[in-house]
């Protein structure tokens, strides 16, 4: 069998590429425009549209890569159709090369090597990879470069026009294809009943506020769910206190009793860890809860009630939505599940204890203690094999501090072991680690009495200190417009500070860096948006209006530099998918707010021949900055 067929545009089956059927509505609809001249040479320059070759006419929907990934992975399997490789498409590291570069001749070259008919060298692989590419009005041009790097220059009348009909068709038709229909479920946040919610939290929430939003944004179906800390011994220390403080016994308790749960919890704390005789009788108030005694129960969901009411303050703070399923939900199934870990042979007596053994770890997973009890082990298996059984999760994220991976690692393989996992489907599972919040002083933030951080004191000195700015910058502005603009901006810059670092490393609290105008920040990146904001109002059209009557026209190279980054908003989407880490979408943000920054420098928009289509382009770097602001759980603003 020889390893290259000879490939011609005639040879590849377009209907057999992905979408295919959207992409030929679309042609149908819209006919395509012509190509802007271009002195790049390219490698198939007859290919045009009086050829009466196929011509493939990319769809708006997804990004620009996976367009490019499809035409070249059309050309590869026609071509090479042994071969088993996927294209592999990137952006060029210097634009003076290309927009996009295709990286697979040196690895079919070592696939063919000694077969009937292999090409000579991977130059030869990249010119037949080439040779076969299906016509499209994406491409431009492609030019060769090193030993068979194939470098892919995009049209600028294409770009021009995917970004017009973004502004058309709204910014949902750019999300990346590959996540619709998935059911996902997202662990995060995940407070302590009786507790307030510190800074350690912060973390958590964010980040997963910001993974949800993206996969909602890509068509999944999203289960937000606060796996609170709502069962355990600390109940039983809590209700017997209650009980020996109120004179009447727990049938005399009262909402006021967990009125103040801060006070409460640390009361109680201090009497368990000083006297024995309460601690055992916590105890055995824990075993009387988890027997449903009903005075207990009554007294734990007042508990529950009271955290829950503070915590959805500050959730309403933010911005973010969950659907609390704690500990307790799981209670009925803990032992159900042990008991099925040990039929199986996959948990183990140990010293009394029930254990999962690992090769290379030292300390089992322990899914019953040598008493009975259960404790995080015991809940999150049966919560793993609820969400895979019952909820069907085609993708399980957890959200906690990277100190908690071994722990997930162990809990995922125990899952694996026991044949949680279905065989009918594949199924991806991520623990999302994050590093710890620090002090100024680089040490753990804490307030300056020595206490954590309540993460409601943290909140409102962001506010506080953004409304001193915006007051000191426009003194005339209203009450109720200052109030929405110090959320916006405040909370915008606790958000934005967490999600621009790296999760797995440590990172610096700082208000005065969070709340700079200047630099990588959500306040820099607000007053961005207002300004473009403020061109538009300046300009005094009808931007809807304008859209669907005005081309996109690219004359100049700060234009195309715009367009192109404004249109790379879908990858940058993908890659943070792909690895879970927010400062993707961060670092794009910012970056576009500076390929912005010199456009507008250099390009007058009001008043010029070009001003239609120069709004547009700004309307659409607007619209993305808009949409990576949700995504980030971010109020833009308008004007400051």
């Known amino acids: 069998m020889q390893c290259i067929r000879q490939a011609t545009c005639r040879s590849v089956n377009i209907a057999a590429l992905p979408r295919a059927s959207q992409v030929a509505a679309q042609c149908r609809a819209r006919p395509p425009r012509r190509f802007l001249g271009s002195s790049t040479p390219s490698l198939h320059p007859s290919r045009s549209r009086s050829s009466g070759m196929a011509t493939l006419a990319t769809s708006t929907g997804g990004s620009i890569r996976q367009e490019l990934t499809s035409l070249f992975g059309a050309s590869i399997s026609s071509t090479f159709p042994d071969a088993g490789v996927q294209p ?88 990346p294809r590959g996540q619709a229909g998935k059911r996902v479920v997202v662990d995060f946040s995940s407070p302590n009943v009786a507790k307030e919610m510190h800074v350690g939290h912060l973390r958590s929430t964010i980040l997963g506020d910001c993974l949800c939003r993206t996969l909602e944004y890509c068509g999944a179906d999203v289960l937000r769910l606060n796996h609170i800390g709502d069962w355990g011994t600390q109940f039983g220390m809590l209700i017997q206190y209650i009980a020996d403080k109120r004179p009447g016994g727990l049938s005399a308790a009262e909402d006021e009793d967990v009125a103040d749960l801060q006070v409460l919890y640390r009361a109680a704390k201090a009497r368990f860890d000083a006297d024995e005789g309460f601690k055992a009788a916590a105890r055995e108030a824990v075993t009387q809860l988890q027997g449903g005694r009903p005075e207990y129960l009554e007294v734990w969901r007042r508990i529950c009630a009271a955290s829950r009411a503070e915590f959805q303050r500050i959730y309403d703070r933010l911005g973010v939505e969950l659907q609390e399923r704690g500990e307790s939900f799981y209670n009925p199934r803990l032992q159900a599940t042990v008991d099925a870990l040990v039929e199986q042979g996959v948990a183990v007596e140990s010293d009394g204890a029930r254990c999962v053994f690992f090769e290379g770890r030292d300390v089992p997973l322990i899914v019953q203690k040598r008493d009975g009890g259960f ?65 100024e002083d680089g040490k753990k933030f804490k307030s300056r009495s020595g206490d954590t951080v309540r993460l409601v004191e943290l909140l409102d000195e962001a506010k506080a200190r953004c409304r001193t700015t915006i007051k000191e910058r426009r003194p005339d502005i209203s009450e109720e417009e200052l109030e929405e603009a110090t959320s916006a901006m405040g909370y915008g810059a606790v958000k934005y500070a967490d999600l621009k670092n790296n999760r797995l490393t440590n990172y610096r609290f700082s208000y005065n860096e969070m709340l700079s105008m200047q630099g990588d920040t959500a306040v820099y990146l607000l007053y961005a948006h207002a300004r473009i904001a403020a061109i538009l109002r300046k300009s005094g059209k009808d931007v809807a209006e304008l859209a669907n009557s005005t081309k996109i026209t690219l004359g100049n190279d700060l234009e195309v530099a715009l367009a192109l980054h404004v249109s790379r908003f879908s990858e940058a989407v993908e890659e943070m998918l792909t690895d879970l880490y927010p400062n993707r979408l961060t670092s794009y943000l910012y970056d576009l707010s500076g390929v912005f920054n010199q456009y507008y420098t250099e390009c007058q928009v009001i008043g010029t021949e070009e001003e239609d289509s120069r709004l547009l382009l700004c309307e659409a770097t607007a619209v993305v900055m808009r949409q990576c602001f949700h995504l980030l759980g971010i109020t833009p603003l308008y004007r400051i």
């Open 375 to 439: 404790g995080y082990a015991s809940t999150d298996m049966a919560a793993l094999h609820q969400r895979l059984t019952e909820e069907r999760a085609d993708w399980i994220v957890y959200l906690t501090d990277a100190g908690q991976a071994g722990h997930f690692e162990m809990i995922f393989a125990a899952g694996r072991r026991a044949g949680y996992f279905p065989k009918d489907r594949e199924v991806r599972i991520d623990h999302v680690g994050f590093g710890l919040v620090m002090g």
């Open 88 to 175: 592999s498409v990137a952006q060029t590291n210097d634009p003076k090369f290309g927009d996009y570069q295709c990286n697979n001749a040196m690895a079919l070259f070592a696939k063919c090597k000694g077969k009937e008919g292999a090409p000579k060298n991977p130059r030869a692989v990249a010119e037949a990879i080439v040779a076969g590419l299906p016509a499209s009005d994406l491409v431009e041009s492609t030019t060769l470069a090193g030993p068979g790097f194939i470098n892919v220059r995009l049209s600028h009348a294409w770009l021009g026009r995917h970004v017009g009909d973004m502004l058309v068709s709204g910014i949902g038709s750019w999300a």
